[in-house]
């Protein structure tokens, strides 16, 4: 049986889990209030759970819990193919830098910090939501299909790429990031028209997202193919 608010005829439905009752209650009210339909979940496990048969827009989701942490969480709720278009936000405690970092490997979308005020809650969950596009299009040919970059294929419809006949699953904003610099090999990307592109502008996260999602990269892809511009920003070779 799920447990959730009560629900409204929101087009948009957010997953909130978190272990601590008081703000799964402050969280939920407030969204509520603005319409939205609101699930909740104390745990990871159940959370999966609830995210596979409600398939939410966004999930906001506390670090910190027991059993299952909210990184692990994250990785699973990644690995699921109908899950794949979710936009997936950390609750985080002031300070917790190593969380965020570890969110973002983990496939994490943002992050939220705690405490946070009503007003800001709902100015962030709506640019949250506008980031929601199932079916990125960003990498494509002409033509609207998967693209081919010398032993590279990148697969729109299957956020996947091919890397020498291999299939690698991506996180949502790796296979972003990748799909915007390989949308015009040779060009310098800025940090600026990358955090715009694949983040929005209304989200801010500072430089060393783009480094955590390229490191990440690299280390799928090899080292030869996301070339660094010192200075300005990164380009995709081959």
Not at 16 to 39: A, M, P, T
Not at 83 to 92: E, P, R
Not at 108 to 137: C, F, M
């Amino acid at each position: 049986m799920l447990n959730r608010t009560s629900m409204t005829n929101s087009p948009h439905k957010i997953l909130l889990v978190d272990d601590e009752q008081d703000i799964l209650e402050f969280l939920s009210y407030n969204l509520r209030k603005e319409g939205y339909e609101v699930h909740t979940s104390t745990n990871g496990k159940k959370a999966v759970e609830i995210a596979r048969e409600v398939k939410p827009h966004l999930i906001i989701l506390d670090v910190m819990m027991p059993d299952l942490d909210g990184i692990e969480t994250c990785r699973e709720l990644r690995a699921i193919d109908d899950l794949k278009d979710v936009v997936i936000s950390f609750l985080t405690a002031r300070g917790e830098d190593y969380s965020q970092i570890a969110g973002f490997d983990a496939g994490a979308d943002d992050y939220i910090t705690k405490p946070i005020k009503p007003r800001v809650l709902i100015s962030r969950v709506q640019a949250l939501l506008r980031r929601y596009n199932p079916g990125n299009k960003s990498a494509k040919n002409n033509n609207g299909t998967a693209i081919h970059l010398g032993n590279i294929i990148i697969d729109r419809e299957a956020y996947l790429i091919k890397l020498d006949g291999v299939e690698i699953l991506l996180p949502k904003k790796e296979f972003e990031l990748l799909a915007l610099l390989a949308s015009k090999p040779g060009k310098v990307f800025t940090r600026d028209e990358i955090l715009k592109s694949v983040w929005g502008d209304d989200v801010v996260v500072g430089d060393r997202t783009i480094d955590v999602h390229v490191r990440k990269l690299r280390e799928k892809l090899g080292e030869d193919y996301i070339k660094t511009v010192k200075g300005v920003g990164y380009k995709f070779d081959f």
